[in-house]
């Protein structure tokens, strides 16, 4: 496809590149304070708690638009709406526990409650859980559409430029160009939906072109695909960049009341992409080789100049508020709570967390080489990794469901073993895209019920267990 770029078009995006270099280098954090460098010195406000969360949780945006184009509104079903209601899980029952342990990040908590082995091993799934790989890979496919640079360099263009002022500026520096970020995702994003509505129609243009099932809730999947996709969405209870967040807000009260707010910012967002990818599959049907191009390319086709810049200004606000901000987060896994816990260095310099930022580029460029799917790889990532955390990161914050540490941690290599078990092996006897063992079970569903088992067992125990220490 052809792309029509003015010069004022490439000016615009290359403002934002400049911009985003200018405000990350000019921020720097206390030499070697791990306080500072990894949790801002906890002087996150309200208003800078939204904007970063809000642009750091929403960076999938040609991802959104490959699912809509893909599945119409059930996009909308199977990866918005089962966030929007373990957001307010997360909000009104555990943000506010995070803040009060003055803490550092989830390995750190289970660290305290479940001892070395347990952090440990979560640490290295949430590497994996946190890897920036689908948002590197999003921005190489943008920076090709719109320049012609083969995607492999495109994303180690965008990893310099993505990591150059985490080594300084820590979360100071992330935060600070998200809150530049927020804004110009939801202006750039938002130009386009008054040219669809006047050069296209409205809804009764979107009604005679889609079929009818992209105007369905469920869009013809099954049931099992939809119940997988709405346990996906737990990911949240997970993801450390709400739990690095909470710990970085100044007040207690922070936490719930920006989770709060943002979940208003993401709903509006989600209309706009929504609506985008919509008007998308109704103007491309099947002339669209990828469905992953369907917002470049209606941007391209719809927009005039000026406003198309801003549009993909837009976009890769949105991406690139995620890939760094995912970066940092990895990088501070892979550093902190894997090396330096390892050897017992945790409280010393920040020299790990600066080598983890090396460490988890090269990891998101592989994987984002050799998966080039962006949901696959949302997919793959939360099928194997969230039901291995879920138990012992929820638990870890309610003392009453507090198991002794052996079953948290067997739950958890159990759940983790047979997911990736299942996974490869159904990879491997696929038939027509659906699973061909056990009955067509998604590999979610054995890993979570056995880890589920294994903690129940533990649970069973307790009073055994203590009894049994008294004497």
């Known amino acids: 496809m052809k792309v029509y770029f003015t010069v004022n078009d490439y000016l615009i995006i290359l403002a934002y590149f400049v911009a985003?270099?200018?405000?990350?280098?000019?921020?720097?954090?206390?030499?070697?304070?791990?306080?500072?460098?990894?949790?801002?010195?906890?002087t996150i406000t309200l208003p800078a708690f939204v904007a970063t969360l809000v642009s750091t949780f929403y960076g999938g945006i040609l991802g959104i638009?490959?699912?809509?184009?893909?599945?119409?509104?059930?996009?909308?079903?199977?990866?918005?709406?089962?966030?929007?209601?373990?957001?307010?899980?997360?909000a009104f029952f555990i943000a506010g526990k995070i803040r009060k342990t003055h803490l550092f990040s989830i390995?750190?908590?289970?660290?305290?409650?479940?001892?070395?082995?347990?952090?440990?091993?979560?640490?290295?799934?949430?590497?994996?859980?946190?890897?920036?790989?689908?948002?590197?890979?999003?921005?190489?496919?943008?920076?090709?559409?719109?320049?012609?640079?083969?995607?492999?360099?495109?994303m180690l263009i965008i990893l310099i430029l993505s990591t150059v002022f985490l080594f300084k500026g820590g979360l100071r520096a992330d935060v600070r160009v998200n809150i530049m970020e927020?804004?110009?995702?939801?202006?750039?994003?938002?130009?386009?939906?008054?040219?669809?509505?006047?050069?296209?129609?409205?809804?009764?243009?979107?009604?005679?072109?889609?079929?009818?099932?992209?105007?369905?809730?469920?869009?013809?999947?099954?049931?099992?695909?939809?119940?997988v996709w709405f346990f996906i969405g737990a990911w949240v209870l997970v993801d450390p960049s709400f739990h690095q967040r909470c710990y970085a807000?100044?007040?207690?009260?922070?936490?719930?009341?920006?989770?709060?707010?943002?979940?208003?910012?993401?709903?509006?967002?989600?209309?706009?992409?929504?609506?985008?990818?919509?008007y998308a599959k109704a103007y491309f049907m099947n002339d669209l080789a990828d469905p992953i191009y369907s917002f470049p390319a209606l941007g391209n086709k719809l927009l005039p100049p000026l406003a198309k810049g801003i549009f993909f200004l837009g976009m890769m606000a949105t991406i690139m508020s995620t890939l760094h901000s995912y970066i940092f987060i990895s990088s501070n896994t892979f550093g902190r709570d894997l090396i330096a816990r390892y050897r017992n260095e945790t409280d010393s310099n920040i020299m790990y967390n600066r080598l983890g930022i090396v460490a988890s580029s090269l990891f998101a460029f592989f994987i984002a080489k050799y998966i080039p799917s962006v949901v696959n790889i949302w997919y793959t990532?939360?099928?194997?990794?969230?039901?291995?955390?879920?138990?012992?990161?929820?638990?870890?914050?309610?003392?009453?469901?507090?198991?002794?540490?052996k079953f948290i941690l067997a739950s958890m290599i159990t759940s983790f073993s047979v997911s990736l078990i299942l996974f490869i092996l159904g990879?491997?006897?696929?038939?027509?895209?659906?699973?061909?063992?056990?009955?067509?079970?998604?590999?979610?569903?054995?890993?979570?019920?056995?880890?589920?088992?294994?903690?129940?067992?533990?649970?069973?125990?307790?009073?055994?267990?203590?009894?049994?220490?008294?004497?």
């Open 20 to 42: 985003m270099l200018v405000v990350g280098l000019r921020t720097k954090s206390t030499e070697d304070s791990a306080k500072d460098y990894l949790i801002a010195g906890r």
């Open 249 to 278: 807000a100044k007040s207690k009260k922070t936490p719930k009341r920006g989770i709060i707010i943002s979940l208003i910012f993401w709903i509006i967002f989600d209309f706009m992409t929504t609506t985008a990818g919509l």
């Open 107 to 154: 390995p750190d908590k289970l660290n305290r409650t479940y001892g070395k082995k347990v952090s440990l091993f979560a640490a290295f799934l949430i590497f994996f859980l946190s890897t920036p790989a689908p948002y590197l890979y999003m921005m190489g496919i943008l920076i090709k559409f719109i320049s012609g640079i083969p995607v492999t360099l495109a």
């Open 182 to 227: 927020f804004f110009l995702m939801f202006i750039g994003i938002g130009i386009i939906l008054p040219f669809c509505f006047n050069s296209l129609g409205g809804m009764e243009y979107l009604e005679s072109r889609l079929p009818e099932r992209y105007l369905t809730v469920t869009g013809g999947n099954s049931i099992q695909y939809i119940i």
């Open 427 to 471: 990879v491997i006897y696929k038939v027509n895209g659906v699973y061909a063992l056990f009955l067509g079970l998604e590999p979610m569903y054995p890993g979570l019920i056995t880890g589920l088992i294994v903690y129940l067992y533990g649970y069973s125990q307790r009073k055994y267990l203590q009894i049994k220490s008294e004497s």
């Open 65 to 90: 638009g490959e699912f809509t184009f893909n599945f119409g509104i059930a996009g909308w079903f199977l990866y918005a709406f089962p966030y929007y209601i373990f957001i307010l899980i997360f």
């Open 381 to 405: 990532v939360g099928t194997l990794i969230i039901p291995a955390l879920l138990i012992s990161v929820i638990s870890s914050y309610f003392e009453k469901l507090q198991v002794h540490s």
